[in-house]
């Protein structure tokens, strides 16, 4: 009677997972679909808003919920558990505030594992059978509540694995003696200016197998990783073909990464990067919830020893020669000399509660032949021209509707200004708008300086850059610009 039972386990057990390994494309973006978890949409959500989703999630009594911690604020710090496997699973996210990526990911990751009545049920029961997941959804809820990097102690949780002097690296810590996991997931964002060596084609995926040593030796904790990744590239290949690289592997002997790696846990670091258009990263969010679960069901039936090590080399290593902008061949005059060069601008983000605006400066100037930008212009023959300020003062913002902004765009006016300040200081529109402000960069081009001045060939003005916006003066002007009055 046993040997019938273990030969009707086996038969089923084949059944399911051969129903698994052959998931498809259409698979995974129908689970994406239906279980995407709609109160996270954009990358600036506070604690508070993980809070009640793990309350939710703790109502359902699928996934356990547990406070491991707190913060340096006090913030609770939560881990979530699935399964009953012999196979122990970590994963963490967000011990830099401002990469919630993975984050999001990870709520409707866990809304597909509370799921029922569907196509998907041989997948829950080999994870549920096959492993114990500990997840921690939010690492550094102080970082997150001011979208900042470090904690509230200006601490890099990353780099603390060490020392672990604050109380998040305590936890994180704690939680890996006690749980001693065999693999663990590292979620990370990482800037979106990475691109695949030699393109112009942004790294969407960055992976990673962290060297546990200064040698970046491979045992096979380490190996095990690297097939995993393989693994998990040739699922994102069906996606994002040719945007998936590795990150650097440099010894890092204080960060948790290479630590878990030295501790026994075969660990993968997953960054997200950049995907055109997608500034609040919701495709790249569709792309973690696809490929973390894709690594799960490699490590629940083993199916990661079918890849090599050697398919890990082979993924390209990740390089930084992105900007947001790159005018090439501009003519301009500097030191009462003339110069054509080239010109590199990147906006950085400001946040503002749930919002930001953005801080578009000269990244560099020169000869930028081996650099990209997404928006790449080719601008021979044309004259760099100095912006100016709009003479007539305002009366508020409002008064903005009534004017043809492009006609000032093309008079070579790169700011307007008003006399009282709004409540609201974030807007939308294509031109600088100043109550008390400055601006800084209209008098010349200068490196690190702020980006306004407009492009004109023929003596007529063609574009303008505003803020770090290339803005076509031949086109539809944009309504997707990220400005504050100053």
Do not use: C
Request: net charge negative; glycine share 6%; hydrophobic share 40%.
């Amino acid at each position: 009677m046993k040997i019938i039972i273990s030969l009707i386990f086996i038969f089923f057990w084949s059944k399911i997972s051969a129903q698994t390994m052959n998931l498809n494309k259409q698979d995974f973006e129908n689970a994406y679909v239906r279980y995407k978890e709609h109160a996270l949409q954009s990358r600036r959500f506070k604690h508070q808003a993980v809070v009640d989703l793990i309350n939710k999630h703790q109502d359902r009594q699928v996934l356990h919920v547990t406070p491991i911690g707190k913060s340096v604020q006090q913030r609770a710090i939560y881990e979530l558990t699935y399964g009953q496997g012999k196979k122990k699973v970590m994963l963490w996210s967000q011990m830099h505030g401002d990469e919630p990526t993975a984050t999001m990911a990870l709520f409707d990751l866990f809304n597909f594992l509370e799921g029922k009545d569907d196509s998907f049920e041989p997948i829950r029961t080999i994870l549920q059978s096959q492993l114990e997941i500990h997840f921690i959804p939010m690492l550094n809820p102080d970082g997150a509540e001011v979208y900042t990097r470090r904690n509230a102690q200006h601490i890099d949780l990353n780099r603390d694995a060490r020392d672990t002097a604050t109380p998040e690296g305590k936890v994180l810590r704690s939680r890996a003696e006690l749980i001693k996991p065999h693999f663990g997931f590292n979620l990370h964002d990482q800037n979106i200016y990475y691109n695949v060596p030699e393109t112009k084609t942004p790294v969407t995926i960055s992976l990673l197998a962290p060297a546990y040593n200064w040698e970046r030796e491979v045992n096979e904790v380490r190996g095990n990783a690297m097939k995993i990744i393989a693994g998990m590239n040739h699922t994102l290949q069906e996606y994002i073909p040719g945007a998936v690289a590795k990150y650097d592997d440099e010894h890092a002997p204080r960060a948790f990464g290479d630590n878990f790696q030295k501790w026994g846990s075969s660990t993968i670091l997953i960054e997200s990067g950049a995907f055109a258009g997608d500034t609040e990263k919701q495709e790249i969010r569709k792309l973690n919830f696809i490929v973390i679960l894709s690594a799960l069901l490699q490590i629940a039936e083993d199916s990661y020893q079918q890849y090599s090590t050697a398919e890990y080399q082979q993924i390209p290593v990740n390089t930084s020669q992105l900007h947001d902008l790159v005018l090439r061949r501009v003519a301009t005059v500097s030191h009462g000399l003339p110069l054509q060069v080239d010109i590199a601008i990147r906006r950085d983000e400001i946040t503002v509660g749930e919002d930001y605006y953005a801080k578009g400066y000269i990244e560099d100037i020169g000869d930028l032949h081996d650099f990209f930008g997404y928006d790449d212009l080719d601008l021979t023959g044309f004259e760099l021209v100095e912006g100016k300020i709009y003479e007539t003062l305002f009366h508020d913002i409002s008064d903005l509707e009534k004017l043809d902004i492009k006609d000032l765009l093309k008079q070579g006016y790169a700011a307007v200004k008003i006399a009282h300040s709004p409540a609201e200081p974030l807007h939308h529109y294509p031109i600088n708008v100043l109550s008390k402000g400055q601006m800084q960069s209209l008098r010349t081009l200068n490196f690190g300086k702020e980006a306004n001045f407009f492009l004109k060939k023929d003596q007529e003005i063609r574009y303008a850059v505003i803020n770090g916006y290339l803005i076509d003066l031949d086109k539809k002007l944009p309504d997707h610009m990220k400005q504050v009055v100053r």
